[in-house]
């Protein structure tokens, strides 16, 4: 028997049709997977689920039955009643879905005062179970802390603990891990899983992620711009997708390339024993200590090699890229550029230093100015040297648009753009003066992952043509394989494993590495 | 809807408070510094539509007149205190380190003074004038100018625009002026209008402890202030001033939120 | 002259409302202490100020029949005749003392004076806040909670009207109304607590009331918005999706996150009315401590004016102060920082 | 029941008679206490704490025998000892009494207090002086009131004041109210009262000076019931309380000046010809009609029209002309400038005189611009005599030679004088020290023709006092000066 039947839904905002028709059934026990683009409808659909469809959207058709109950005729309290041991749902926001004002144990437990006949005590038990559950240690103490008293995955483990201390026969989870790094991801869904399966409670997976369908779901939906394109069982959808649209996605899956033989010659830029630290916080008595974000560094990129960055998250990868551009200072060692030891030059020394290296960051909306027409933006680097005439930088930056497949959009700006189309004029800004050395920090994690096969593209021709070298900082193996001539691998500010591509994921070495591996996402066909 | 409505009523308010101030530069009834003793605290009438003051001034030349101080005496405080504000909170929030400890400190002290006292020790040095009350009222509100755009400053250098032109080798003052100035002018605008409201408030209330713009120019607030002994034989006199600024107020209120919502990014994009 | 707008002071990190006592106080020191500086620049900035401006208090004293040799005297007396440094040292080492020293129009000393005053307005302030609070807030959460109804929009409408009338002049209104023409309160006058409690209230009511109505209309904007702000969230959802009924998510969820930021505003405001309730002093004769400043400064009654300002920076501060430490029992994620 | 309630602008400075004073400390402590001579209603003075006064032929020794029975507020009996104590610390330097320059100027030299016996004081001046008996009778000095040496403190401090009046302080509550108590032993005189004079007998048990700063408010609070004399009601607000039932007002023409000052040193108004065509452009009894609302009369001399100089020469107005004064400034040079005229909004009365001048010296073709000050600033530029035109006021001088002594002077040692003149100056001296009235009276109108010649000042008008009290007060009176009295009132319910 199903949990959960919806038929013929159908959400609008306004007058916009963001789901359209959209048919689907959980079986007990059974994981589905929602998967789809972003803003095909994912999230709509769940929240309309549960019942909580945020203002601006509405249901405009369809029936959502849970149980074989239609929630369209229930009362209010009836619903209320429904949500928490009915269904679940946990959020995609960590750091935003718990209370910031309640201590957890309250937060954790106002779902069993509500919805079941326990008293204080036993509540409070329950609570510290499910939280020795889902490995928070010393749980009797952290019932009396507050959210951002925890890091992001262990909130989002609290969160799962919170839904699931109901048991609910339906457990709605909408984008659960996005924001956590590799390493907690992998950590969060497993456990997810376990306790579902413990529980006999079905999933509703909302995901982008197509690993994540492979490795957790029962069945997959796809869905693209409100409507379900395919459906089946996840394994045999992911291995011989046959619409058109799914098999895109699929292809957007990162795929090794070819490793390359670079000819030696003396390196381009070198950090020698490089340290990086972050002011502690000043007060008027004492100073807390200095965060040592990267300590004791020592990396040499050659010319056109592209050396991929990985470490988990505040392992100090964006630190050291930013301290090797230096836009941030170094507080010990030294960093050479052409042989030069540009560590505390200044002036036209640094300005040559700067005309040589550029930065491609990860956010293509925060990188651009928004008050900015893209064009002026790809002109700007030619700003200087000084002496280019204006109309002169304007051809340029018409003919760096048109290389990366941005002809005529130059009058546009960033907020007309999509995600992939602003962070090809991030490269654009990047490249327009050639560059000798481009970092591109987490340059494409935040794109869709077709873009991102597209981006990855572009960026891969455009290091092949003009040959400069980058550090290309990232947590997404996936990228490393289709990108990097050698990786590096950063574990609390410092290298913990170095060496060719094929080598360090082949056969990684250190610990560290190998987990990184385990738990990076990859299609079972492509492993 | 609400956007429209707080765009529309605000609009309306404000472009007529503003069309009678464009209309008395070209025409009153009468010459609102012209006294006539004969008719003092005349009742409306057809030749006085609004009757006449304790000299015998005409009620509706002087409020007319009035908006052209009142409104050039808030626009042009509002530019001083925007001027400084913006100087200031660029400053401290873009360089930080001591320059941000030492603005902050200064700003600290100028909020924590009544703004009154401000008003009247710089009124006092400079002697009293239009152009006294908009830099002491322009002193006044600098400091909530600057702590609206050194807030904002520092989420805009967070971003990574910021840093790209760093990273391009641009100057930092370059990257202040290109790329963080223009970002302060949306919450800038909003504060603005808001702040366009307060100092017609302000000049009013400082007239009515008899800082403010001197008379014989008629402001709305030495207009209140000097109708108050009157109030009950003359009640129209203090409600036609006071309705004048609630209306000004709710006009730049309404234009303020009107505008919140116009430039929340959160809608905007 | 509301100054209160949006973002919060300066700088803001406050030990936890779960804090020890011994954190708790050492960081009440440290502001305290760090508030020193701005204290000092009041006062001096007050001190030097002042003497620029024309106007003496010797003269003011004497009036039009003033002559030259009586005006030399007064002055020696006022210890008007001494250099400015010298002056300034003079008071700087005094107030070191704890002594602010003595009215020169009155000879009062200042300290009890400023004190005798506060009181008067600290009551008026308080109470128009409170009530300000106490009526703003939920009316403020109620319209964002129906966020687009007909309630908010009257609630919205009403704030944005209170907000744009004049406070003075909807005093004199009141005044006129519930003073002249109905009698229902006394027009001029004052009685304190300690004397009279329930007199006492009949002459701060319309005060009150009328701080109150200004201050409702910004207070019921700011908790509008701001709890518009929290009920996007994700943790409302949550908490919706665990069935908790509207009530609750309103009163226990959404009300202490929404406080926060308005609980900064209502420390400015607080602030802020000290300085500006002169005008207020003035329309219904209290004798409070704007009317205290405004007529030192009109008679140049230098050591009452500098006792004042500062006492008011300092309130200023404290109150900022108090904020700060009241905010992380809101927002505790604050007292991390 | 038996409480008077009394409207006071603004608190008292002190309780130090004639120390630390404005107008409302006067007001309290004529109260209190009482000197050997007091003033009549018209300025003239009487015996108070003297039995009489006995001046010797010399004009050099003013012999006062003390009156019998008259007792402090303490209980003790008056002595001369009491007042040649007083007198002793208002003459010394430290005290900062508010006559003591008076006392030890050229025209008046207070040289000896002595007390040949329990019952009498006698004092000695230098040379004969017109004003002496005034200086000790003037509210403004304090009326040189005798006080109880408990007053002070053990260091010679004021304490309180322990005097002989008809009340006793009770409590003074800063910033609220002052509030004085009946004195049962009051020793009273017989007959009527006058002035700070005559009969005192207190008929009230207490009576409270509420402190109300504002002129609407303090009307209101009459109207309201909350206070029971409004002794300083505005002229505009009279036909509003005339109308009303159950209210009465009493007027009483007030011994101050009204002027227009000008700096004659000014590089445009030290022609005499532009002072005339100012003058000459300003239609006077419109503009006191109008600044006064019709309370006042016109006088164009300093001494006011009750005082027993003044002749019917002096409240002669001349008539405006507006062509002659267009032709004089012409011919003075004046070519559009703008003059400046100073004003505050302190004294109502100075604003509105400024606004009208404005405007009647514009139908003239004389422009003019307003500069409204505070208070302060305006009774600072005046003293620095930097000004070019100044509305104001001049509060009242019981003697005539003061009244022209007020702003004759010599500029290079007191820049506030706006007349100086040397030739005036002697006149002036003349005055002081000359005993016979009919003798003193022509030099005034010598003085006055040349004022009306030379016009340094415009005199505009001598105030009016409107007291007003609601019917069931009785036996108020106004008078020359605008705080009230309280003795011989009484409440009638
Ligand atoms: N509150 C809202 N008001 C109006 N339109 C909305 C609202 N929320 C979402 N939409 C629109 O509905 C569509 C579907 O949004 P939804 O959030 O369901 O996408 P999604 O598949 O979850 O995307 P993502 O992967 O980015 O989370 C989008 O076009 C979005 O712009
Ligand atoms: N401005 C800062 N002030 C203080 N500490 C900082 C600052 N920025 C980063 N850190 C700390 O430095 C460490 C390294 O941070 P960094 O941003 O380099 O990590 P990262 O490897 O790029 O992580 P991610 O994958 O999350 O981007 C982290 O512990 C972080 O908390
Ligand atoms: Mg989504
Ligand atoms: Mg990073």
């Not at chain 1, 009643?81 to 910031?100: D, K, Y």
């Not at chain 3, 010797?58 to 007396?77: H, K, Y």
């Not at chain 4, 009016?464 to 019917?471: A, F, N, Y």
Request: charged fraction near 20%; glycine fraction near 8%.
């Amino acid at each position: 028997m199903s949990v959960l039947e919806v038929a013929a839904l159908r959400i609008a905002a306004g007058m916009r049709e963001v789901v359209r028709d959209l048919s689907f059934t959980v079986a007990e026990g059974e994981t589905l997977a929602l998967v789809g683009e972003s803003g095909s409808g994912k999230s709509a659909t769940a929240r309309a689920v549960i019942g909580l469809l945020p203002p601006g959207l509405r249901q405009s058709g369809g029936r959502i039955a849970f149980a074989g109950q239609g929630l369209s005729a229930l009362s209010p309290a009836r619903l209320r009643a429904l949500r928490g041991p009915g269904m679940g749902m946990v959020f995609q926001e960590p750091m935003t879905s718990l209370n910031p004002a309640q201590r957890i144990g309250a937060q954790m437990e106002e779902g069993l005062a509500l919805h079941r006949t326990l008293d204080a005590r036993s509540r409070r038990q329950a609570c510290i179970a499910m939280l020795e559950r889902v490995g928070i240690t010393d749980p009797e103490r952290r019932l009396q802390a507050f959210p951002h008293e925890f890091s992001g995955g262990m909130r989002q483990r609290i969160m799962l603990a919170s839904v699931m201390l109901l048991r609910p026969r339906l457990l709605i989870a909408d984008e659960p891990t996005t924001a956590l790094d590799t390493l907690t991801q992998a950590e969060v869904l497993s456990l997810m899983k376990e306790l579902a399966r413990e529980q006999g409670s079905a999933i509703l997976l909302i995901t982008h992620d197509l690993g994540l369908v492979a490795r957790h779901a029962d069945r997959a939906l796809v869905m693209q711009a409100g409507q379900a394109v395919e459906e089946g069982a996840a394994a045999p959808l992911l291995a011989a997708p046959r619409q058109p649209y799914t098999q895109a996605l699929v292809a957007a899956l990162p795929r090794r390339g070819p490793s390359r033989a670079l000819p030696q010659a003396a390196p381009l830029i070198e950090a020698r024993d490089l340290s990086v630290a972050y002011p502690g916080r000043g007060g008027w008595f004492r100073r807390a200590a200095p965060m040592q974000a990267v300590q004791g560094v020592s990396l040499s990129i050659h010319p056109g090699e592209v050396v991929a960055l990985v470490g988990g998250s505040g392992s100090g990868k964006t630190t050291l890229g930013r301290a090797m551009l230096r836009l941030l200072p170094a507080s010990g060692g030294s960093l050479l550029f052409r042989g030069q030891d540009v560590t505390a030059s200044t002036g036209p020394a640094l300005l040559d230093f700067r005309l040589a290296c550029q930065i491609v960051f990860q956010d293509p909306y925060s990188s651009l100015d928004p008050r900015m027409r893209v064009r002026d933006i790809v002109a700007e680097p030619l700003r200087l040297p000084a002496g280019m005439p204006i109309p002169e930088r304007q051809r340029r930056a018409e003919a760096m648009l048109a290389e990366v497949g941005l002809g005529g959009l130059g009058d546009r700006y960033p907020h007309a753009l999509s995600g992939g189309q602003r962070q090809r004029v991030a490269i654009a800004r990047a490249l327009v003066r050639n560059p000798a050395f481009v970092v591109a920090d987490e340059a494409v994690s935040a794109l869709d992952a077709t873009v991102r096969k597209q981006v990855i593209a572009l960026l891969r021709d455009q290091q092949r043509k003009r040959g400069f070298a980058c550090l290309f900082v990232t947590h997404d193996l996936g990228v490393v394989e289709e990108i990097a001539d050698r990786v590096v691998v950063m574990q609390s500010g410092r290298i913990v494993e170095e060496g060719p591509r094929d080598q360090v994921l082949d056969a990684p070495a250190h610990d560290y590495t190998r987990a990184l591996l385990d738990a990076s996402l990859r299609l079972p066909a492509t492993a | 809807m609400r956007l429209r409505l707080n765009l529309v009523i605000g609009g309306t308010l404000m472009g007529a408070v503003l069309a009678l101030a464009v209309l008395a530069l070209a025409w009153t009834p009468y010459d609102p510094t012209r006294t006539n003793l004969r008719r003092r605290l005349r009742p409306p009438s057809a030749d006085y539509w609004l009757g006449t003051d304790e000299f015998g001034r005409d009620v509706a030349s002087r409020l007319m007149a009035g908006a052209v101080t009142s409104l050039g005496v808030a626009a042009a405080t509002v530019l001083v205190a925007l001027a400084i504000g913006i100087a200031i909170g660029l400053a401290s929030g873009f360089l930080r380190g001591w320059v941000d400890r030492v603005l902050g400190a200064v700003n600290d002290t100028l909020l924590a003074f009544p703004g009154i006292l401000l008003a009247l020790g710089l009124l006092a040095v400079i002697g009293p004038s239009r152009s006294g009350i908009v830099l002491a009222l322009g002193l006044a509100y600098a400091p909530t100018v600057a702590r609206v755009v050194r807030g904002s400053v520092l989420s805009i250098r967070e971003r990574e625009f910021v840093e790209a032109s760093r990273a391009l080798g641009n100057s930092e003052a370059y990257t202040l002026l290109r790329h963080v100035l223009p970002h302060t002018a949306a919450p800038v605008t909003v504060l603005a209008t808001s702040l366009f409201g307060w100092v017609i408030l302000s000049e009013s209330a400082l007239s009515f402890l008899g800082l403010g713009v001197p008379p014989p120019a008629a402001t709305w607030g030495n207009m209140l202030a000097s109708a108050r002994p009157f109030m009950q034989e003359a009640p129209l006199l203090s409600i036609a001033p006071g309705a004048l600024i609630a209306i000004c107020l709710l006009g730049a209120n309404l234009l303020g939120d009107a505008l919140r919502d116009l430039l929340d990014p959160r809608d905007g994009a | 002259m509301s100054r209160a707008t949006a973002p919060g002071p300066w700088t803001r990190h406050a030990p936890g409302a779960c804090g020890s006592f011994a954190e708790v106080a050492l960081y009440v020191l440290k502001r305290l202490l760090a508030a020193i500086p701005t204290l000092l620049l009041v006062a001096a900035s007050v001190f030097f100020l002042m003497r620029l401006i024309p106007g003496d208090p010797a003269l003011l004293v004497l009036g039009d029949a003033a002559t030259p040799e009586a005006i030399a005297d007064l002055r020696a007396s006022m210890g008007l005749d001494r250099t400015l440094p010298v002056q300034f040292a003079l008071w700087l080492s005094q107030l070191l003392g704890g002594d602010l020293g003595f009215s020169i129009t009155s000879g009062e000393a200042v300290g009890p004076l400023i004190l005798d005053r506060f009181g008067v307005t600290a009551a008026i302030v308080l109470a128009a806040v409170a009530i300000a609070v106490l009526l703003a807030v939920p009316a403020g959460m109620l319209a964002a909670w129906k966020q687009g109804s007909w309630g908010d929009i009257a609630a919205v409408s009403l704030a944005t009207l209170l907000l744009s009338i004049p406070s003075f002049w909807l005093g004199l209104i009141l005044l006129l109304v519930f003073g002249l023409k109905l009698g229902w309160v006394p027009v001029v006058g004052y009685v304190t607590f300690a004397e009279n409690p329930w007199a006492a209230l009949h002459y701060i009511l319309l005060p009150i009331a009328t701080l109150a109505l200004v201050e409702i209309g910004v207070l019921i904007r700011m908790a509008r918005a701001s709890t518009i702000e929290v009920l996007r969230l994700d943790y409302i959802a949550h908490a919706r999706a665990k069935g908790v009924p509207e009530s609750r998510v309103l009163l226990r969820h959404a009300f202490p996150n929404a406080f926060a930021p308005t609980l900064t505003l209502v420390g400015l405001v607080l602030g802020n009315l000290l300085g500006g309730i002169a005008v207020i002093e003035t329309v219904f004769t209290l004798p409070g401590l704007g009317r205290l400043l405004v007529d030192a400064i009109f008679a140049r009654d230098y050591p009452v004016i500098q006792g004042v300002m500062l006492f008011i920076a300092l309130v200023y501060v404290s109150v900022n102060l108090a904020v700060d430490l009241l905010y992380p029992v809101f927002d505790p994620r604050v007292a991390a920082e | 029941q038996d409480l008077l309630r009394i409207r006071m602008n603004a608190d008292i400075r002190s309780t130090d008679p004639g120390v630390n004073r404005d107008a409302n400390t006067d007001g309290i402590a004529w109260h209190i206490v009482e000197g050997l001579v007091a003033l009549r209603d018209d300025a003239t003075v009487a015996q108070m704490l003297a039995e009489r006064v006995d001046v010797s032929p010399d004009g050099l020794t003013y012999t006062f025998p003390l009156r019998a029975g008259v007792r402090f507020h303490n209980g003790q009996a008056l002595t001369s000892a009491d007042v040649a104590f007083a007198m002793q610390r208002y003459m010394r330097r430290e005290t900062n009494w508010r006559c003591r320059a008076d006392l030890d100027s050229a025209a008046t030299r207070l040289t000896a207090v002595e007390t040949p016996d329990d019952r009498t004081v006698v004092m000695r001046l230098e040379k004969p002086s017109a004003l002496f008996l005034t200086i000790l009778a003037r509210p403004d000095c304090g009326q040189a009131g005798i006080w109880h040496r408990d007053s002070l403190n053990a260091d010679g401090s004021w304490r309180a004041p322990i005097g002989t009046g008809p009340f006793r302080l009770g409590e003074w509550r800063r910033g609220q109210f002052v509030e004085l108590t009946r004195f049962a032993d009051y020793a009273a005189l017989p007959g009527e009262p006058t002035g700070l004079a005559g009969n005192k007998t207190p008929l009230v048990e207490r009576v409270r000076f509420t402190i109300i700063p504002d002129e609407a408010a303090s009307r209101a609070a009459l109207i309201a019931g909350n206070i029971d004399i409004l002794p300083d009601a505005r002229s505009r607000d009279l036909p509003d309380l005339r109308a009303r039932p159950g209210f009465s007002v009493h007027s009483a023409p007030s011994m101050d000046l009204q002027t227009v000052l000008m700096q004659t040193r000014d590089p445009l108004l030290q022609d005499v010809r532009m002072r005339r065509a100012i003058a000459l452009a300003l239609d006077v009894p419109e503009l006191v009609r109008a600044v006064s609302e019709g309370g006042s009369r016109p006088s164009r001399s300093p001494i006011p029209p009750g005082s027993a100089f003044n002749t019917p020469a002096m409240l002669e107005v001349p008539p405006r002309d507006l062509a002659q004064a267009r032709r004089l400034a012409q011919e003075a040079g004046y070519r559009g400038q703008k003059l400046r005229i100073i004003t505050t909004r302190r004294y109502e009365a100075f604003y509105e005189i400024a606004v009208v001048v404005q405007d009647m010296l514009k139908e003239a073709g004389i422009e003019s611009e307003l500069e409204v000050l505070e208070w302060a600033t305006q009774l600072d530029r005046y003293s620095r005599g930097d000004y070019q035109m100044m509305a104001f006021g001049f509060s009242a001088r019981l003697d005539p030679s003061l009244s022209f002594e007020m702003f004759t002077g010599p500029k290079a040692t007191q820049p506030r004088k706006a007349w100086d003149n040397p030739a005036v100056q002697a006149m002036l001296d003349q005055t002081m020290a000359e005993g016979d009235p009919a003798r003193r009276r022509s030099l005034f109108e010598a003085m006055q023709a040349r004022l009306m010649e030379e016009v340094p000042i415009i005199a505009l008008y001598s105030s009016t006092t409107h007291g007003v009290t609601p019917r069931h007060v009785q036996g108020y009176r106004s008078w020359a000066v605008d705080a009230p009295r309280a003795w011989g009132v009484r409440i009638v319910r």
